[in-house]
């Protein structure tokens, strides 16, 4: 049980990390690349990211892939994030969304 628990933990920090890097992309395309403003990406995900929030939605995203009942829940639920994030890719939306986070 504790491997599948810790594979839970990993798989659902890879899943996540790629929902954020959509995100982030969109903002750095459309908001700090648009006004030619200087980035740390560090900065702005470490400030707006809440770590106990982020674990714990990790480890329920990497639960609903490594649990076998809840597989197509956790791909739906996945790929509902992901596309959601990619809407930052948007200039209105990624230009709306940088100026509500800076």
């Known amino acids: 049980m504790i491997p599948k628990i810790i594979s839970a933990i990993l798989i659902g920090f890879l899943l996540t990390f790629s ?3 959509m995100f982030f992309l969109g903002i750095k395309i459309n908001y700090y690349d648009f006004y030619n403003m200087p980035m740390n ?4 995900f470490f400030e ?20 076998p009942k809840q597989v197509n829940a956790g791909v739906f639920t996945y790929i509902t994030f992901l596309f959601i994030s990619a809407l930052t890719l948007l200039p209105s939306i990624g230009r709306e969304i940088g100026f509500y986070i800076d």
Do not use: A
Request: net charge positive; glycine share 8%; hydrophobic share 60%.
């Open 19 to 21: 929902i954020n890097f």
């Open 41 to 44: 990406f560090n900065r702005l």
């Open 48 to 67: 707006n990211i809440n770590p106990f929030f982020y674990l714990i939605f990790t480890s329920v995203l990497g639960g609903l892939f490594i649990f």
